[in-house]
C-alpha cells in the first residue's frame, strides 16, 4: 500500500504522529547477555537489535582468511555479522546483510584502539528481531553499547540515525514554482519503502561524520539539509545512550559498594 504522505505537508505531522524533527521512542539496556564480553539490546521504534561482543581474542593458528589476515597485522581486526531473523520484516532487506557488515566492520575500525591489540580480532554479533526503518542506525548504535560494556577502549561513541526528504507538495507538482521537500529525521518502514534518505553516523558530541550511507538519489542542493538533520538526530541519540551508559555505571558501582 503506498504511503499517503498529504498529511505531511498539511498538518505538518507524519502517520505516526510525529513531527519532523522527532525522534522515535529509543529503549536500550546494556549487559544483557552473561556468556558475552559485552552485550546490549536496543530498539528504535520497532526495529529491535541484539548485539554481543566477542574479544580482543588472540588469533591462534589456521582458520581461514580472516584469521591469518588479524594474524598478519599490529593491529585488531574488526569482524561484523549480521543475523536476520526470518520473522523480523520485509525479505529485500536481508540482501543487505553484506554490505551493513562492511559498513559497520569500517566505522568501529576507526574508532576503536585496534593498536592496543595486536594479532587479535574483535568480532561484533547482530541479531535483528524486528525491522521497521533506521536499521543500519540500530546496528551502529547497539554495537556501540555492546562495546562499551565489553570495555574495549574507543575514542568516543558512534550514534547513528536516519534522515530523508518529502515528496513535493501535491499543489506544487505541475507547477513551475516548486517548493523544495522537507527534511525528515528517524524514518520508519514505510517511509523508507517511499522517501529518499540517508544514514548518518558521528563520532562524539560535535558534529564529525564517520558514516554516511545514502540509500536513494536526490539532488546534490538538498543533501546539505538531509545531513544537518542528521547529525542533529545523532545529537539527540547520544544524550540518549549517554543515559543509558551512565544509569549501567552506577548499578555497577553499588553494586560494588554493597
Known amino acids: 500500500m503506498p ?19 522527532e525522534l522515535r521512542r529509543i529503549h536500550a539496556q546494556i549487559s544483557t547477555q552473561a556468556s558475552a564480553d559485552g552485550s546490549s539490546y536496543l530498539e528504535m521504534g520497532n526495529t529491535k537489535v541484539i548485539c554481543t561482543v566477542a574479544g580482543p581474542a588472540e588469533v591462534r593458528g589456521g582458520g581461514g582468511a580472516g584469521r591469518r589476515e588479524g594474524a598478519e597485522r599490529d593491529n585488531a581486526v ?25 559498513t559497520i566492520a ?34 551502529l548504535n547497539a554495537a556501540t553499547l555492546a562495546l562499551i560494556d565489553a570495555g574495549i ?15 513535493p507538495a501535491p499543489s506544487s ?10 527534511p525528515l ?33 536526490v539532488q546534490v542542493g538538498r543533501l546539505e539539509g538531509m545531513l544537518a538533520v ?13 543515559g543509558v551508559v551512565r544509569r549501567q555505571g552506577k548499578r555497577v558501582l553499588e553494586s560494588v559498594i554493597s
Open 3 to 21: 504511503l499517503d504522505t498529504s498529511t505531511y505537508h498539511l498538518a505538518l505531522l507524519r502517520l505516526d504522529g510525529r513531527r519532523w524533527n
Open 78 to 102: 574488526v569482524q561484523v555479522e549480521v543475523g536476520i531473523a526470518g520473522f523480523s520484516g520485509v525479505e529485500r532487506k536481508r540482501r543487505n546483510a553484506t554490505e551493513m557488515q562492511n
Open 106 to 139: 569500517s566505522a568501529f575500525t576507526s574508532t576503536l584502539f585496534t593498536h592496543l591489540y595486536p594479532h587479535s580480532t574483535i568480532t561484533i554479533t547482530l541479531h535483528i528481531l524486528s525491522q521497521d526503518g533506521s536499521l543500519l542506525a540500530a546496528c
Open 153 to 167: 577502549p574507543m575514542s568516543d561513541y558512534i550514534v547513528a540515525c536516519t534522515s530523508g526528504l518529502t515528496p
Open 173 to 182: 507538482q505541475n507547477s513551475n514554482n516548486t517548493d523544495d521537500p522537507d
Open 185 to 217: 529525521l528517524d524514518l520508519n518502514g514505510m517511509e523508507e519503502q517511499e522517501l529518499a534518505f540517508m544514514t548518518v553516523g558521528t563520532v562524539g558530541a560535535g558534529e564529525r561524520v564517520s558514516v554516511c550511507v545514502m540509500e536513494r538519489r
Open 230 to 242: 542528521g547529525v542533529d538526530g545523532c545529537r539527540q541519540v547520544r544524550e540518549i545512550l549517554d
